[in-house]
């Protein structure tokens, strides 16, 4: 199993520009998240889906962020204008609640916004 | 004030101590819990679930206190590789697959 995979490792851009972050789930996964850590905060929950749908995206922080999941196999986080205080790594996770509720992680992306 | 509160530490110990964490949660609703490990510049990983009945894996022991609203992380005969962020995890209700994390307690095991 490949396990979630994000990209990409690290982004590195100038504020104002459009960011896009990618992420696929664990094939067979019904539910995937999008996470940002940062030391301040800590891992903040920003949107989750269940089956493609948007479920809760109370943790986005305001109308610069989006997220799309087209399919069961793909989800797109964007950032757009990206501002310095974007500057974070943001996780994609998959699981599927049952048997257990184990969420799988990607390795993340480091965005950096200058 | 935060749903899953930690002690972000650090905790330094010798190898072979024995150390706990604490974590409270304030949503009364929630009906599972979690720690994650996650080290250095890596991805969080799920370390054991937490059962109101106790959960004991080799020589990490999770408990549930409802009626506080706590959980604690017991690290026995701690070794040099159990050195980490600890990271506590709610999920927030019962038709909910909204899984809060705590900043993490961080751990330092020193020879």
């Known amino acids: 199993d490949a396990g979630v995979i994000q990209s990409p490792r690290h982004e590195v851009t100038e504020m104002g520009q459009e960011v896009t972050l990618r992420c696929k789930p664990i094939s067979g996964h019904n539910s995937l998240f999008w996470y940002r850590q940062t030391m301040m905060r800590g891992l903040e929950l920003l949107i989750y889906f269940n089956n493609n749908v948007p479920i809760d995206d109370s943790g986005m922080p305001e109308d610069r962020f989006s997220a799309k999941m087209p399919n069961a196999s793909f989800s797109t986080l964007k950032i757009q204008p990206s501002e310095p205080r974007d500057s974070a790594v943001y996780f994609c996770a998959s699981t599927s609640r049952y048997p257990n509720e184990k969420l799988f992680f990607g390795s993340g992306t480091q965005l950096s916004v200058l | ?111």
């Not at chain 2, 994650?36 to 890596?42: H, T």
């Open chain 2, 1 to 111: 004030r935060k749903e899953v509160e930690q002690d972000p530490g650090p905790f330094n110990v010798p190898e072979g101590a024995t150390v706990a964490f604490n974590c409270t949660y304030s949503n009364s609703a929630s009906q599972s819990f979690f720690w994650y490990r996650q080290d250095c510049r890596k991805e969080p990983k799920l370390l054991m679930s937490v059962y109101s009945s106790g959960n004991e894996d080799g020589r990490f022991t999770a408990q549930l206190n409802r009626a506080s609203q706590y959980i604690s992380l017991l690290i026995r005969d701690s070794k040099l590789s159990d050195s980490a962020t600890y990271l506590c995890v709610s999920r927030s209700g019962y038709n909910t697959d909204k899984l809060i994390f705590g900043t993490g307690t961080r751990l330092q095991v020193f020879p």
